[in-house]
């Protein structure tokens, strides 16, 4: 399924790709979001599970280090 314009495609997104991952990946107001709503006792464990790799995510990513 690989083609020339395949791969052109792909590494004309990447620069995208990347930058909305580190937008998300950094945002604040969203991990808060997030942690907010992974303290409700509403969640099924599939959403539990999204939302606990979601925070380990941006964790990761650096989101709750100090400035």
Do not use: F
């Amino acid at each position: 399924m690989s083609s020339d314009a395949l791969r052109a495609a792909y590494n004309a997104c990447l620069p995208k790709l990347s930058a909305y991952a580190t937008e998300v990946g950094h945002n604040e107001k969203l991990y808060r979001g997030y942690q907010r709503v992974a303290e409700t006792d509403d969640l099924d464990p599939a959403q539990r599970k999204m939302l606990a790799n979601a925070l380990r995510d941006m964790h990761l990513a650096g989101v709750d280090l100090a400035k």
